[in-house]
C-alpha cells in the first residue's frame, strides 16, 4: 500500500460532487483515451511523453501529476486536502477510469446545473466540456478532517504543495496517527505534546540531582503548588504509630487530606510503601473529623510490583509512578515551585 495526496486543483464546482459520489478526479482532458492508461500502467515513458509533444508541442513537468494519479493502485490511501480541512480516501478500482465513465444522468454541479455527456468529456449546461479527463474509484474512508486539530507540522506542510499530488509514503506514520487521533477525537494540542516530550527529562533530573529529603519536598511543594492549605511531614517513629506517611497535604476548602508515601527509587518498586500508607490512613479513618482522606504513593520508580497494584485497587491507594508525576508537576508549573522548595 502506497501514501498519496492529491489536490482538487480546478474545475472544483464538479470535482467536489464527484469526489461526493465516490470518485477522484484530475484534468488533462486533452488525453482522455483508453491508450493514455495503458501506456501508464506498462511504464511506457516514451509513449506518454511523445502524446504531450504531439498534442501540445511541448512536454511539461505537471505531466508527472497524471502519471502519479494513473499509476496508484487499489489499497493506496490518498490525501485529498481541502480549505481548512483533508480527507481520506481509498483506491478501489482496479484501474484509472475515463472521465466519461463516471458519468449518471443525475449528475449535478456544485449550484445544481445538470451535466450531460458527449462520450469522452463530461459537458457543461452551456455546452463548454470541463477539463477533467481521468478518475479513480475510492471510498471515502473520512472526509472533513480538521487539518489544526489533526494534522502534524509534516504533514500540514506537505498539504501546502503546489503541485497536484505527490507519493508521501514518508508521512506515513503522521498518516495514521492523524487517522487514529480522528476516530479517538484526540485533537493535537500544544500543551499535552509538550509535556509528554519533558516528562523524561524531567524525571531524569529529578532521580540524579535529588535525595530522599529533598523528593519529600518536592512533593510538598507540589501540593502547595496545587492548592494544598497545610503541608506536613509526620513524626518519624512515632508512639501508637501504625503506618507511615511522609507527607500530609490538607485541602480545607473540600475538606480533603491526601496522606503520601514518598519513594526514591528506581526501577520496580514492591508493595511495602502500599501497605504503609494504607494502614496510616486506616488508623486516621478512625477520627471523625469530616474530612474526606485518601492515600497516595509517589515513587521515582517506573513501575509497581503486581502485588502492589493489586493492593492499591481493592483499597483505592493512588498510585503514581515516576513518568506520571514529573508530568504533574510540569502540569502544576515547576517554576513556581522554586517558592516553596
Not at 55 to 74: A, D, E, Q, T, V
Not at 122 to 142: E, Q
Not at 159 to 176: C, F, G, P
Request: aromatic share 12%.
Amino acid at each position: 500500500m502506497n501514501y498519496w495526496l492529491h489536490r482538487i486543483s480546478h474545475v472544483a464546482e464538479l470535482s467536489y460532487p464527484l469526489l461526493d459520489r465516490g470518485y477522484l478526479t484530475i484534468g488533462f482532458s486533452d488525453f482522455s483515451y483508453k491508450e493514455m492508461i495503458d501506456c501508464v500502467l506498462e511504464d511506457d515513458w516514451a509513449y506518454f511523453n511523445q502524446q504531450f509533444q504531439d498534442f501540445w508541442g511541448r512536454i511539461p513537468r505537471p505531466r508527472y501529476s497524471l502519471w502519479n494519479f494513473l499509476k496508484m493502485s487499489k489499497g493506496d490511501l490518498v490525501i485529498v486536502p481541502s480549505q481548512g480541512t483533508f480527507a481520506v480516501c481509498e483506491i478501489i478500482d482496479q484501474r484509472p477510469l475515463l472521465i466519461a465513465e463516471t458519468f449518471s444522468e443525475d449528475l449535478k454541479s456544485w449550484d445544481g446545473k445538470p451535466i450531460s455527456t458527449n462520450g469522452i468529456h463530461l459537458i457543461s449546461p452551456h455546452g463548454n466540456a470541463f477539463d477533467l479527463g481521468f478518475a479513480r474509484k475510492v471510498k471515502i474512508l473520512y472526509k472533513q478532517i480538521p487539518r489544526d486539530k489533526f494534522a502534524d507540522a509534516q504533514l500540514t506542510a506537505r498539504m501546502k504543495i503546489r503541485q497536484t499530488n505527490a507519493a508521501i509514503n514518508d508521512l506515513k506514520t503522521s498518516i495514521e496517527t492523524s487517522i487514529e487521533n480522528f476516530i479517538a477525537n484526540k485533537p493535537i494540542h500544544l500543551h499535552a505534546l509538550i509535556i509528554d516530550k519533558t516528562a523524561n527529562f524531567v524525571l531524569d533530573t529529578i532521580q540524579n540531582e535529588l535525595n530522599p529529603d529533598k523528593f519529600e519536598k518536592l512533593i510538598q511543594a507540589y501540593f502547595k503548588t496545587i492548592g494544598a492549605t497545610e503541608v506536613a511531614i509526620p513524626a518519624k517513629n512515632g508512639r501508637n504509630k501504625e503506618g507511615d506517611a511522609d507527607i500530609v497535604a490538607v485541602f480545607e476548602p473540600i475538606k480533603l487530606i491526601i496522606y503520601t508515601q514518598a519513594k526514591f527509587q528506581k526501577g520496580q518498586i514492591n508493595e511495602w510503601g502500599t501497605n504503609q500508607i494504607l494502614d496510616y490512613k486506616t488508623n486516621q479513618e478512625s477520627i471523625a473529623d469530616g474530612y474526606n482522606k485518601v492515600a497516595w504513593v509517589i515513587t521515582t520508580a517506573n513501575t509497581f510490583n503486581e502485588r502492589a497494584e493489586n493492593l492499591a485497587k481493592e483499597n483505592e491507594v493512588q498510585l503514581i509512578n515516576g513518568l506520571e508525576f514529573s508530568k504533574m508537576l510540569l502540569n502544576a508549573g515547576i517554576r513556581s515551585m522554586d517558592t516553596f522548595l
